[in-house]
């Protein structure tokens, strides 16, 4: 017998109702979806609790290497007809990798579900790694390894996380690294699927036209394989705290990088919203703290921003900035400043009030596309095992107090736990100042 559990989906601040539904299939695969009739279109997505997080120094960037070869070919299907399969009705397949998880996913119209799950659950069941095609993808993974590294703006954060979980494999780069890229082989692909990719680790998630029970049985159709076998545990420690330190790095570049970050919490903290709140204020679009000071008022740089990121028992918080390479120091020194200040002075009512309507408004503008409430399902399952409805998530927003905020500033921003990594640039090929 399927588990099924209906939750009606309360007021979700919009023009349109919607229901959440679960069922969890004989196999132990979850199934999760979010119907509303008045679109046209389903977001579908496999999801595998496994990431870079489940990785060692020897296969780190296997999970993304994975990513990349179930589209290379399946028992069914070959890679021209995985391409073809959903654009020839308009529909579109991707897939991405983070630290904890690996998503495949599709959008198409309703009328074309049935397609989606088929040719989504081969690639998840049944890749078949053909030798050939190794080669010929490892030489695209180290492409987009290069491609990487002339981004410095997102290469930085690689840098950071390596110093925040300081040896930990949070701190991997979810690609992986030259070395480990080249080392990976055919049988630890598939030791890798065959270890991860069990039922009891997998979500599917739905949101769009769609009937639950149809989709179910859907899923059941094409999900049939035997749930016996449990994923191992989860191998790596919660990090730990590191001394601070600053790295510099000259780099062939026109702009220096600086980013600044420290650990934070997960996504099941219960500081978690006096925590978004807080990053919000500081540092999240043009009315944020950060950017009115570095940018606006003294213009020292284009791009200022701040981040949380939550993952399951840990995550981190830090600070991005692109500037000059003679403002570096002083940018950092008004990092600082802004810092001290959130944690010495109770932010105001009035800034209170206008960064939780920011923070809310900027939740429900996302749940207007299909695709994020469907990552929304899948992640949170993986993260929760339960449904979040909007109305929980904006009570809880609303719930933050000035002295929330106040005490995860001053549990927080501890300068002696941010690490600090600057790229600076060399120019006229001397060393930069």
């Known amino acids: 017998m399927h588990k099924i559990s209906p939750i009606s989906a309360a007021k979700l601040h919009s023009s349109f109702q919607s229901e959440y539904r679960k069922t969890v299939l004989p196999n132990g695969l979850r199934v999760v979806t979010e119907s509303t009739s008045h679109v046209r279109s389903v977001s579908v997505g496999v999801w595998i609790d496994v990431g870079s997080r489940d990785e060692n120094e020897q296969n780190n960037g296997i999970s993304h290497f994975i990513e990349h070869m179930v589209f290379k070919g399946t028992k069914r299907y070959s890679c021209q007809q995985i391409a073809r399969s959903l654009e020839s009705v308009g529909g579109y397949m991707n897939a991405f990798t983070t630290k904890e998880h690996t998503c495949y996913y599709a959008r ?124 191992p545990a989860k191998p790596s420690p919660i990090p730990k705290h590191v001394n601070a330190k600053t790295f510099v790095y000259e780099k062939p570049i026109t702009q220096a990088h600086v980013c600044l970050g420290t650990l934070a919490y997960g996504v099941k903290s219960r500081h978690r919203y006096p925590y978004l709140v807080m990053n919000s204020l500081l540092g999240e679009g043009m009315s944020s703290r950060l950017f009115q000071n570095i940018r606006e008022k003294y213009g020292f740089a284009y791009s200022v921003f701040s981040f949380a990121n939550l993952l399951s028992d840990t995550g981190s918080f830090g600070m991005y900035i692109g500037t000059d390479n003679k403002h570096v120091d002083k940018s950092i020194e008004l990092i600082h400043k802004e810092l001290d200040k959130l944690k010495s002075k109770p932010i105001g009512a009035a800034e209170l009030k206008r960064t939780k309507a920011q923070l809310k408004g900027t939740t429900m503008l996302g749940l207007e596309s299909m695709s994020n409430r469907m990552m929304r399902l899948g992640s949170g399952e993986l993260y929760y095992g339960q449904y979040l409805t909007l109305d929980e998530i904006l009570s809880s927003i609303d719930r933050v107090r000035v002295e929330d905020v106040s005490a995860i500033a001053h549990d927080l921003l501890r300068m002696e736990n941010f690490s600090t990594v600057i790229f600076k640039s060399k120019q006229d090929g001397k060393e930069a100042a």
Not at 203 to 208: F, H
Request: hydrophobic content about 40%; charged content about 30%; glycine content about 6%.
């Open 108 to 231: 198409v119209l309703d009328d074309h579900l049935t397609k989606a799950v088929d040719v989504l659950s081969d690639l998840v069941q049944y890749p078949v790694f053909a030798p050939s095609e190794i080669e010929k993808e490892r030489s695209v993974i180290l492409e987009e390894l290069k491609n990487i590294e002339d981004d410095p703006d997102d290469l930085i954060h690689d840098y950071l996380d390596a110093n925040v979980y300081h040896h930990h494999p949070l701190g991997f780069p979810i690609i992986g690294k030259k070395e480990t890229i080249g080392s990976i082989r055919r049988i630890g692909l598939l030791k890798h699927i065959e270890d991860r990719y069990v039922p009891q680790n997998m979500v599917v998630a739905a949101a769009g036209n769609l009937n639950h029970e149809e989709f179910v049985g859907i899923v059941s159709k094409f999900f049939s394989r035997e749930g016996s076998r449990r994923a």
